[in-house]
């Protein structure tokens, strides 16, 4: 099939790297916290006379300062700065804004949350911090980060990436320059996993040639979990199911039988459960199961077309939305070529003459009432699934990653919207029973 679809789209993407421990970098990151812990400070005896805190701005109600860099002058965070940097005249201003900045987030979402009533200082969390600005550049390879210092603009820290294998694969959808480096937005350090998670804006999503599509039907049935196009039914494997058992008592602990017996920290010991049932846990069981499978089904050349499921979707209690999401992801890591199929019909339709009827479907059977075609319902479903995406890539529809999420919720209307219109009639489904 010719490649129609424009293979580069713009995309934010994240890149997790394990850092070799190194001295000379945890020595500096204990002075970016004695500093911010110092800042805190000085921020507090002036809380009063904040007026309002800005995404990254302080403004002082005595006081208009004009420049971004405006905290080096303001008079209580000054002597602050004076007296730690009295030793370097060269000093990365930079990196000393972003440590700041960092500072100004923490009192910006206390101030949120609880008023302008603050006893102490905010004390700075020493486990992780994060860097806004270009503090790092990472090399195209992903061996190597490069991280400027407040205390010298020249001097930087070297930092060797240890484990080559976490989200390694990102890389190749970031573009770096002639020298192999990539000057990147910022980046979260986490101190006790010494995980360093890079972000860029300017990273671009590329797919590889397809030249023909797999479909999966998902199912609540858990011997039928998924179907795929080629015959294939896979049922949900008993760890993931496990899982979801859990998930379905905390819902049940939290549902509105329980509102009256359940409250206050049972209730949010009980949520926090459960989000991290379906941030973590799901997600990562999801991935150790179904990533071997991908690899087996998308081949080069094979790209995938997802069923779209609003069965259970609220409260995810088939797992669909952590199989969606998971295979997204691996779509997106391996440059896989990617459509969510809104599905009118594909479990009543023939895949064989196209004809749509209710009758033609009992239960796991489908016999078509017009052609006689027999097939196992869901397979028939998957191949249905698969031919709509055969049909939106031969009319040059996008693919399902790559951007941000707002774009992939708009993918999906036009989609719909495209087939509301009866001129959009793919060739597929022009038998339908009157
Ligand atoms: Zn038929």
Known sequence: MIQFMSDKVKKTACVKLKIKDNPEFVKYIASVFDLMQKISSAVHSEILNISNIGGFKLTWKNKEYKDA????????????????FKDHD????SALRAIYWSVVRMYRSYVGR???????????????????????????????IIMSTMFDKKIKIKLEVDDKKSFIKNLKY?????????????????MRTNHLVLTT?????????????????INMNLENFLTWSDGDIISRPKEIQDLLDKLKIYNKLLGKENRALITGNSRTKINKAKNRMHKRYLPKAMRKWLYPILDKKLKKGIALALDTV??????????????????????????????EIPTPYTSQMCNECNFIAKANRNGDKFKCI???????SDVNAAKNIKAYADYLYSINFESHIGGNS???KSKSAKIKAHFRDPLNIPPLLLRVKS
């Open 69 to 84: 860099e405006e905290f080096r002058e303001l008079p209580f965070i000054k002597p602050v700065l004076d007296d730690f």
């Open 90 to 93: 060269n000093i990365g201003f």
């Open 310 to 339: 609003t069965t259970g979707a609220t409260n995810g209690s088939f797992g669909q939305e952590h199989f969606i999401a998971c295979c997204k992801r691996y779509c997106e890591e391996n440059g896989i070529f990617v459509y």
């Open 114 to 144: 609880n008023k302008k009533n603050m006893p102490l200082p905010i004390r700075v969390n020493t486990n992780a911090v994060a860097f806004k600005d270009a503090t790092f550049k990472i090399k195209e390879d992903g061996s190597q």
């Open 370 to 376: 017009e052609c006689g075609h027999e097939d196992h």
């Open 201 to 217: 804006d300017d990273a671009y999503f590329e797919c590889q040639d397809v030249d023909s599509f797999i479909g999966v039907d």
């Open 174 to 190: 970031i573009d770096f320059n002639d020298k192999g480096f990539k000057q990147n937005a910022g980046g979260i350090i986490n």
């Open 406 to 408: 707002k774009y992939h």
